[in-house]
């Protein structure tokens, strides 16, 4: 793959690849690092602790984490054009709930709703179609569709520092609202409608329709996803997909308390932070050609060594230049991370249902990026040593790792079915 196979790609389906990167992009409205920006504001506005709002955080993001796989499933049933337009409605309607919440229970529906549509359903949208549409160069069109995420976080946190600084944060997510309903959300549909993926769901849509008609149903079922959850071959894929979202919440929520057991200074994490963009870009932009070449079952083992090697450095090698290297190597895993496993749920089920297949997996991170602020800062309390904490995380990834090596085995994904 050269860069002008690359660069030809790219201007010959400009289109449905800003769609993705647009929604990685906007996804931002529902991402943590977003809001953190926000909690000063919201804990003085509402009177509230740091552990209060913690609690109702991940109250909100576990709640949106049980919705995700009934609402994500149905980007298999109706146009791509719709579906999108709705997710960047549904962020419009949830800024404005913040812009003007008055209470718990508003700033709760708030949150809720961000996390659902942006951290949850914006990049399973763009993650989804990019399956759906493409086959033979699904990599390239997954890892640039992935390019939104590093760019909103390198963008939105300065754009909404400067903001503040003049603007009462109210008013700010009272733009967000009014910049995703007549801007956002037009785009979106302009970009995909004449796409044939739309026709295809819409298709696959009446298709079940009828089948449920002559079956007596009226709605789908909400918790037939649950059967992916029984497939022998998750024992091997789930805890390769699942570690990377736990430990890296965690270390990133924590790393400025921890920090200095290293000699790591605010101001030096948020200067690696450089690095770990540059490399998420680089990362995501090098996977998909791999993709393409070598299928995203035969990577697959391999994509935990940078996060284990990111996780062995401060342990063997402590001091305040560590914190580069860790940072580095940890934005290679998150670049690879998306492109690669939105491929291997599509080698793994076809693309026929990717939308729900995705969604059950999204669900799952989830939940797990919810429970690893509790348990990461239970193991902090109870004195347990940060080398100690490491040490555990570098455990699971190998233990993971040798899971993960059944993917390799002929027979594991569809492909291989239909070709025996």
């Avoid at 000063?40 to 576990?62: C, I, Q, V, W």
Wanted: hydrophobic share 55%; net charge positive.
């Amino acid at each position: 793959m050269t860069v002008k196979n690359y660069l030809d790609f790219i201007f010959r389906e400009w289109r449905i690849l800003v769609f993705g990167a647009s929604l990685t992009f906007f996804s931002s409205f529902g991402q943590t690092f977003l809001f953190s920006l926000f909690v000063p504001f919201f804990l003085d506005e509402f009177s509230l602790t740091n552990g209060t709002f913690g609690s109702l955080y991940s109250l909100a993001t576990l709640s949106s984490a049980a919705l995700l796989p009934v609402a994500g499933q149905w980007i298999d049933r109706i146009p791509v054009k719709h579906y999108s337009t709705a997710v960047a409605l549904i962020l419009a309607l949830a800024s404005l709930i913040m812009a003007n919440s008055w209470g718990l229970a508003t700033l709760f529906l708030a949150i809720f709703l961000l996390r659902l549509a942006g951290q949850g359903l914006s990049g399973h949208t763009a993650d989804t179609t990019m399956a759906k549409v493409y086959d033979r160069e699904r990599g390239k069109a997954l890892s640039i569709s992935s390019l939104g995420y590093p760019i909103a976080e390198g963008i939105m946190p300065l754009m909404v520092a400067a903001l503040t600084t003049f603007m009462y944060w109210r008013n700010l997510w009272l733009l967000f609202a009014f910049t995703l309903a007549l801007f956002v959300a037009p785009a979106y549909f302009r970009l995909i409608r004449k796409h044939p993926v739309n026709e295809e769901a819409a298709r696959r849509g009446e298709q079940e329709r009828q089948e449920r008609k002559a079956q007596g149903r009226r709605w789908v079922n909400p918790f037939e996803y649950l059967a992916y959850l029984k497939d022998r071959r998750m024992i091997y894929v789930l805890p390769a997909a699942l570690v990377p979202p736990f430990w890296v919440t965690g270390f990133f929520l924590y790393q400025v308390s921890f920090g200095p057991d290293y000699g790591w200074k605010a101001t030096t994490i948020a200067t690696a932070f450089i690095g770990f963009a540059i490399a998420r870009v680089i990362a995501a932009i090098a996977i998909g050609p791999l993709i393409d070449r070598f299928s995203a079952r035969q990577i697959f083992p391999f994509y935990l060594l940078p996060l284990m090697m990111s996780f062995l450095i401060p342990i063997v090698v402590p001091g305040a230049w560590s914190v580069y290297p860790y940072l580095f190597l940890m934005g290679v895993l998150m670049g690879m991370a998306n492109p690669l496993k939105s491929a291997l749920w599509a080698e793994m089920y076809g693309v026929d249902n990717i939308g729900q297949v995705r969604s059950v997996f999204a669900s799952l991170m989830v939940f797990g990026t919810a429970l690893s602020p509790f348990i990461m800062g239970f193991l902090l309390d109870t004195r347990f040593s940060v080398d100690l904490i490491f040490g555990m995380a570098v455990v699971t990834c190998v233990l993971a790792m040798i899971l993960s090596f059944q993917t390799m085995k002929h027979g594991f994904c569809q492909s291989d079915y239909e070709t025996s």
